[in-house]
């Protein structure tokens, strides 16, 4: 059974950037082709939110407007490992970070199927 | 963006009711609208893909309708492991979107 394995909690100052990674364990990320991963963050009392996702079979990334220019999001398939990249942090990016595998059938659901348990990163001075 | 609109925020309920949770986009969305469910400390889980395919593995106590705008997830027979904050998403468009959420408490 394939789970995605996250790396350890972060605390990082204002202004410095935090690398969070994401490896399947227990197999590939997926058994097919057409997949993509994702990118989650939850900060503290608010809900989930999404920042940017890499489709590795296109070598594509698209992030939310909000994170464009912050954000990289990159994937190696062969490895089946990926990592979220957030520069100039703030305190307001104190989050647990997630990713999560996309698949689907594109005719009607795409969907995240498979998630890591989460990255605490904690942005202070 | 397509916006996710997600109503109670918050409800109260009991073991063994049945409720429901309502999601509205601000576009049309098809069928592509997901329902997780998130307890604190866990990943979220994905319970309804495709606005009413049960992924495999949760229980057939949760079901999910809808087309286009407006979808329902409901819950039959509440379980003492339901409570938890429960979030719809679109996969409809980048960026998806989530809906605010819907805590679930006794």
């Known amino acids: 059974q394939v789970q995605l394995v996250q790396s350890g909690a972060e605390v990082k100052k204002p202004g410095s950037s935090v690398k969070v990674s994401c490896k399947a364990s227990?197999?590939?990320?997926?058994?097919?082709?057409?997949?993509?991963i994702n990118w989650v963050r939850q900060a503290p009392g608010r809900g989930l939110e999404w920042m940017g996702r890499v489709i590795p079979m296109l070598v594509i990334s698209n992030y939310a407007q909000k994170f464009q220019g912050r954000v990289t999001i990159i994937a190696d398939k062969s490895m089946s490992t990926a990592s979220m990249e957030l520069n100039s942090l703030r305190s307001e990016d104190t989050a647990v970070y997630y990713c999560?595998?996309?698949?689907?059938?594109?005719?009607?659901?795409?969907?995240?199927?498979?998630w890591g348990r989460g990255t605490v990163v904690t942005v202070s001075p | 963006d397509i916006q996710m609109t997600q109503s109670p925020s918050s409800l109260s309920a009991s073991v063994g009711d049945r409720l429901t949770i309502t999601c509205r986009a601000s576009?049309?969305?098809?069928?592509?609208l997901n329902w997780y469910q998130h307890k604190p400390g866990k990943a979220p889980k994905l319970l309804i893909y495709g606005a009413f395919s049960l992924q495999s593995g949760v229980p057939s106590r949760f079901s999910g309708s809808g087309s286009g705008t407006d979808f329902t997830l409901t819950i039959n027979s509440l379980q003492p492991e339901d409570f938890a904050t429960y979030y719809c998403?679109?996969?409809?468009?980048?960026?998806?979107?989530f809906g605010q959420g819907t805590k679930l408490e006794i």
């Open positions: 998403q679109q996969s409809h468009s980048t960026p998806y979107t």
């Open positions: 999560a595998r996309e698949v689907g059938s594109g005719t009607n659901d795409w969907e995240f199927d498979l």
């Open positions: 576009q049309t969305i098809g069928s592509f």
């Open positions: 227990g197999g590939t990320f997926s058994n097919y082709s057409n997949y993509a």
